[in-house]
C-alpha cells in the first residue's frame, strides 16, 4: 500500500471513530473558505466540480459500493469490502434498514442511510406511518395528494436517521397479475408520471433523495430476475419509458434506481442503451443510477454502461463494484472518468437535494397528525364504482351489518419491500406467509369502529363471514349489508385476479339473502366481479393505509364525497389479457424465459380500445354523491417554438352538494399517425367545486403525448391531420368532441448534453 493511500485509509478509519457518520463541515465563512463546496452560494454543479477534485480515487470508490443491513456482512470476507472493515459498516448502519454507504466526514459527504418506501418508512423495527398504495393516491389524479403524502414520509425518514428514499415506482400496469403493481401508478405514461412526480418532489422537499424506480419494464414478478422483456425502441419510448421521462422531467428524482430484468436480452443494470444513451444522453438525466438489491451481473460491463453504483451488498452474488472494480480501474477497461462521473452524479445528488447541507438528526414523529395525512390520501383515492338506486350515502338506515376481511380489526397492505409496520401493531397476525413477502399486514383502522362512530345511532355488528349460512341469514335482517372483500399481494410474487377462498360465494350468498348489499374491495390491483350485478354499490378502496378504516367509514356514510377515479382498467375476464397464460408461471423457479410485448405501447385502456373490448370497470370511472357537467370544450394549435396544442373546458357542479371531480382529456388520431391505439390521455385536471359552482380550466398538452417516436432519427413525429379532442369523465364516458388540426412537426429527443 502506498503512503498515500495508507493515509488515507487512517484518516477515514480514524473520522469514522471518532465521529458520528452524519457529521459534515460546519456551515460558517471559514469553513466555505477551506471548503469552498460547501457554499451555497455556488451552483451544485459548481460545488460538485470543487468538491470532486478534493476526493481521492479510494473516497470516489467508497460511494459507488453500497451495503445491505443486516448480520450477513458480518460473513463477508473485509478483503472484498472497498475501504472500510465490514464491522465499521455494521457499527454504523441502521438495524432493519435497506442499506448504507459509508461518508467521508473530512471533506463533509455525508453517510448514506437508504429505506425502502413508497408507501412510507419501512423497517420492521420501526412502526411508521403507512400511506396508502401508490396504486390507491394515483386514484386521486391529484399530484398534491402524492406530493403531501411524499413529504410526510420524507420527515418521518428524516426523524429515523435516513437520508435516502427507495420510493417513486411508476412502472406500467401491463400485466394485471403483477403482485407490485400495488406499488406503482397505473397504466397511463401521464397519469403514472404526475402522480409518481409528485410523491417524488414531496419525499425531496424535505431534503432527502428519493428514487424513480425501476427502469425499465419490471412489469411481472414470477421470473423478474431472468426474464428478458422483449419490445422495440419506439413502443418502449412511447409507454414506460415516456413515464420514467415525464416523472424525471417533473420532479429531477437524485437517483434512478434499475430494475432486475433484462430488455432485449441484455440486464437493465448493465444496459447501455438504456442507462447511457437514453437516460443520461437523451433526457440529460444528472442524477446517478443505483441498482436494485441483487440486480448487478457483471463490473465492466455494468460500469461501462451507466450503473453509477452497486447497492445493497451482498445481496448480489460479488463485489463487483469492490476490489474488482478497483482492478478494473488499474487496467483501463473501466476508465477512471467513468469513476469520476460516477462519484459526481452522486455527489450532485446529495448536493442538489440538500442532503449535504442538511444532516440528519433523529427526532420525534408526529404520528397523529402524519395519519391524518394518510387518511386525507385515501378519502381522496377511494372509488364509486356502483352505487344503484343511491344506496350510498348510508342514511337512516338502523341496522348495519359488516361481514368479512377482518372489518372488525384492519385494513390490508400490501407485502414485500414497500409494507410499513404499523403504528399500534399489526391488526391481524398469525397468517401465512409469515415469512418474505410478509409477514400479511392488516393496518389497526378497524372500519366497524370507524363506522360505528360516524353512524352512532346505528346498530351496527360484523361477522367474519366463514359462515356462509350465519352470514345470509343475518343479511336478512339487516336495513343494509357491506361485505369487504380482499386480495393480498407483494414482492416477489404474482396474483390471481380471482379472490381466493369463498369470499365470491360470500358475496353471492349475502346478495341473495338482502339487495341492499355493497361491496367494499381491498386489493393491490384488478380483481374480478362475478357478482357485480348483484349488488347495488361497489366502493374500491385498494390498500387504503394506515387510517383506511375511518376513510371508508366517512366515504359510505356521506362525510366525505367520493372522488377517486381508476388509473387503471379492470378487465372482465381472462380472455381480455394480452397474455392469457402468465409468462413463465409453468417454469420451475430460476428458469431463464422471454416475455414478448407484442401489445407494445398500447397498454391498458389503449389495448381494450384497440381491441374493442368492453371492461368490468373502464379506466378513470369513479362515481360520486354529487352530478357535474362537462362543456365548453375548446383546442387550439398555437404557434410558437413548435406548435404547441392546447385545450379549454368548464366544470360545473350540478347536484346538490360540494363534490369533487376530474376532467378528463384524449385525443384520437388520424389512421395516417401510426399511433399504437385509437387514443391517449393527454391532459386531467382534478377539481373540487361547490353546489352549482362553474371553474374553466385551461392546458397545454406535450407534444410527445401526440408524436410517435422515429428510432432511425431520434425524434419525436407528429403527422398532419385533423386530431379529436374528447374530454369526459372516464374513458367510456366521453361528454363532449371537438376537431383540431395540426401540422407536420417534428421534436429531437436528446437534449444534446453529453455523457463521459
Not at 363471514?465 to 357491506?482: M, N, P, Q, T, Y
Request: aromatic share 8%; proline share 6%; hydrophobic share 40%.
Amino acid at each position: 500500500m502506498s503512503l498515500h493511500r495508507l493515509r488515507t485509509a487512517l484518516l477515514l478509519s480514524a473520522s469514522l471513530l471518532a465521529a458520528s457518520p452524519l457529521m459534515v463541515v460546519p456551515q460558517t465563512a471559514h469553513a466555505e473558505a477551506v471548503a469552498p463546496w460547501m457554499d451555497k452560494t455556488l451552483s451544485s454543479d459548481q460545488r460538485v466540480a470543487l468538491l470532486l477534485a478534493q476526493m481521492t480515487t479510494e473516497e470516489k470508490r467508497l460511494l459507488v459500493f453500497g451495503y445491505a443491513s443486516g448480520d450477513q456482512l458480518t460473513q463477508i470476507d473485509p478483503s472484498v469490502i472497498p475501504g472500510l472493515n465490514t464491522r465499521e459498516v455494521v457499527a454504523n448502519v441502521i438495524p432493519g434498514s435497506a442499506g448504507y454507504i459509508p461518508g467521508i466526514p473530512r471533506l463533509g459527504i455525508p453517510a448514506q442511510f437508504q429505506t425502502d418506501a413508497s408507501m412510507g418508512v419501512r423497517n420492521h423495527l420501526m412502526p411508521r406511518t403507512s400511506l396508502p398504495s401508490s396504486l390507491a393516491t394515483a386514484a386521486s389524479w391529484d399530484p398534491q395528494v402524492t406530493e403531501a403524502g411524499g413529504r410526510m414520509i420524507g420527515t418521518e425518514a428524516r426523524l429515523s436517521g435516513f437520508n435516502i428514499m427507495l420510493a417513486g415506482g411508476i412502472n406500467l400496469l401491463r400485466e394485471p397479475r403483477n403482485g407490485r403493481n400495488f406499488e406503482y401508478t397505473g397504466e397511463d405514461p401521464l397519469l403514472a408520471a404526475e402522480m409518481g412526480a409528485g410523491l417524488i418532489r414531496g419525499v425531496q422537499s424535505v431534503h432527502v433523495v428519493s428514487t424513480v424506480k425501476h427502469f425499465s419494464i419490471n412489469a411481472q414478478e414470477t421470473g423478474r430476475t431472468t426474464l428478458s422483456a422483449q419490445i422495440s425502441e419506439p413502443a418502449l419510448r412511447m409507454s414506460d419509458n415516456l413515464a420514467f421521462e415525464l416523472a424525471i422531467e417533473r420532479s429531477s428524482p437524485g437517483s434512478v434506481m434499475c430494475s432486475y430484468n433484462k430488455i432485449n436480452d441484455v440486464y437493465a443494470c448493465e444496459n447501455e442503451a438504456l442507462l447511457t444513451d437514453t437516460l443520461k444522453r437523451d433526457w440529460g438525466y444528472k442524477g446517478y443510477v443505483m441498482s436494485d438489491w441483487g440486480a448487478v451481473h457483471s463490473t465492466v460491463q455494468a460500469a461501462n454502461a451507466g450503473l453509477d453504483q452497486q447497492s445493497g451488498f451482498p445481496f448480489d452474488k460479488q463485489a463487483f463494484f469492490g476490489e474488482s472494480l478497483k482492478a478494473a480501474l488499474s487496467d483501463g477497461s473501466v476508465p477512471a472518468r467513468r469513476l469520476d462521473d460516477m462519484a459526481r452524479r452522486i455527489l450532485w445528488a446529495l448536493i442538489d437535494k440538500g442532503v449535504m447541507d442538511n444532516p440528519v438528526v433523529k427526532g420525534e414523529i408526529d404520528f397523529e397528525a402524519h395519519h391524518r395525512i394518510a387518511q386525507t390520501a385515501a378519502e381522496e383515492s377511494l372509488v364509486l364504482l356502483k352505487n344503484d338506486k343511491a344506496l350510498l350515502p348510508l342514511s337512516g338506515q338502523k341496522r348495519i351489518l359488516l361481514v368479512g376481511s377482518y372489518a372488525d380489526k384492519g385494513v390490508l397492505a400490501g407485502g414485500g419491500s414497500s409494507s410499513v409496520s404499523p403504528v399500534g401493531g399489526n391488526a391481524v397476525t398469525g397468517l401465512e406467509p409469515k415469512g418474505w413477502p410478509g409477514p400479511v399486514v392488516w393496518q389497526p383502522s378497524s372500519p366497524l369502529k370507524a363506522l360505528q362512530a360516524q353512524l352512532p345511532k346505528a346498530r351496527i355488528s360484523y361477522l367474519s363471514g366463514d359462515d356462509l349460512s350465519a352470514a345470509a341469514r343475518a343479511a336478512r335482517s339487516a336495513d343494509v349489508v357491506i361485505v369487504f372483500v380482499h386480495q393480498w399481494a407483494g414482492e416477489g410474487f404474482d396474483v390471481s385476479l380471482d379472490l381466493n377462498g369463498q369470499q365470491d360465494e360470500l358475496v353471492r350468498a349475502v346478495a341473495s339473502a338482502n339487495p341492499n348489499t355493497v361491496v367494499v374491495v381491498e386489493s393491490g390491483g384488478p380483481v374480478f366481479m362475478p357478482w357485480k350485478d348483484e349488488v347495488r354499490a361497489i366502493l374500491s378502496a385498494f390498500y387504503p393505509g394506515a387510517r383506511g378504516g375511518e376513510a371508508i367509514a366517512r366515504v359510505l356514510s356521506g362525510e366525505v364525497n367520493p372522488s377517486g377515479h381508476l388509473p387503471l382498467t379492470f378487465p372482465a375476464s381472462e380472455a381480455q389479457f394480452v397474455h392469457q397464460a402468465l409468462p413463465g408461471g409453468d417454469l420451475p423457479p430460476n428458469s431463464s424465459f422471454t416475455v414478448r410485448y407484442t401489445e407494445g405501447a398500447a397498454v391498458g385502456y389503449k389495448w381494450f380500445d384497440l381491441k374493442g373490448y368492453t371492461p368490468l370497470f373502464a379506466f378513470g370511472q369513479g362515481l360520486s354523491y354529487t352530478t357535474f357537467r362537462m362543456d365548453g370544450l375548446k383546442a387550439q394549435a398555437v404557434e410558437g417554438a413548435g406548435e404547441r396544442l392546447t385545450i379549454g373546458f368548464t366544470l360545473t357542479n350540478t347536484g346538490a352538494r360540494e363534490g369533487k371531480t376530474v376532467g378528463q382529456v384524449y385525443v384520437a388520431a388520424p389512421k395516417s399517425a401510426g399511433w399504437e391505439a385509437p387514443r391517449r390521455l393527454v391532459g386531467f385536471r382534478k377539481l373540487s367545486l361547490s353546489k352549482g359552482q362553474s371553474q374553466t380550466v385551461s392546458l397545454s398538452v406535450d407534444p410527445r403525448l401526440l408524436a410517435v417516436y422515429d428510432e432511425a432519427t431520434s425524434e419525436w413525429v407528429i403527422a398532419p391531420g385533423a386530431y379529436e379532442v374528447q374530454l369526459g369523465a372516464a374513458s367510456d364516458d366521453i361528454r363532449t368532441r371537438v376537431t383540431v388540426t395540426l401540422a407536420a412537426q417534428r421534436l429531437a429527443a436528446r437534449q444534446g448534453k453529453t455523457v463521459p
